[in-house]
T-cell receptor
């Protein structure tokens, strides 16, 4: 069975501060890893993905995540957050021939001025 | 990536009634997925809708409660039957193009059951 754990349900942070949202996974097979973002009252959008190759992946709006196989982690980081980054962030995985995603419980990032 | 249209975007329903949610994709896709997001919760997979065959349901979800149709490669429906307040959720359609590992999600259908 596959699972995703997001240990932090809420992360309050001040604007321009760095942030890390933690994601750990469990799987007996190779996985693909994803971060999705859900802005208030909006749908789910893909933020970034790790499929293969470089373990460090980046989004167009300054987020990055690093796949760490030994730690079974895929933490999301941003060196300086903006008010507009306030949203729910979901870590997800697929693999083992299964296309459907398994989601973590989500982390609510609240950026304060 | 594919563009997904879901209807209705939101609805308020009476207990005991049924509602059908439509998912239309602007391109042909092999696999479509239906997810549920209960208030304040994460997304849970309900079923995989396969064109030309019965949907595959996840543990805890049954066809009688959530019948699914997939008449072609661009369209699917999910019906929430005999609704109760516990069915109040956002229901999302998701698709993955052949050969790609990324899923795209519709905006969701927010159902409130009174």
């Amino acid at each position: 069975a596959q699972s995703v754990t997001q240990l932090d349900s809420q992360v309050p942070v001040f604007e321009e501060a760095p942030v890390e949202l933690r994601c750990n996974y469990s799987s007996s097979v190779s996985v693909y890893l994803f971060w999705y973002v859900q802005y208030p009252n909006q749908g789910l959008q893909l933020l970034l993905k790790y499929l293969s190759g470089s373990t460090l992946v980046k989004s167009i709006n300054g987020f990055e995540a690093e796949f760490n196989k030994s730690q079974t982690s895929f933490h999301l980081r941003k060196p300086s957050v903006h008010i507009s980054d306030t949203a729910e962030y979901f870590c997800a995985l697929s693999g083992g021939g299964r296309r459907a995603l398994t989601f973590g419980s989500g982390t609510r990032l609240q950026v304060q001025p | 990536s594919a563009v997904i249209s879901q209807k209705p975007s939101r609805d308020i329903c009476q207990r005991g009634t049924s509602l059908t949610i439509q998912c239309q994709v602007d391109s042909q896709v092999t696999m479509m997925f239906w997810y549920r997001q209960q208030p304040g919760q994460s997304l849970t997979l309900i079923a995989t809708a396969n064109q030309g065959s019965e949907a595959t349901y996840e543990s805890g979800f049954v066809i009688d409660k959530f019948p699914i149709s997939r008449p072609n490669l661009t369209f699917s429906t999910l019906t929430v039957s005999n609704m109760s307040p516990e069915d109040s959720s956002i229901y999302l359609c998701s698709v993955g193009a052949s050969g790609a590992n990324v899923l795209t999600f519709g905006a969701g259908s927010r159902l409130t059951v009174l």
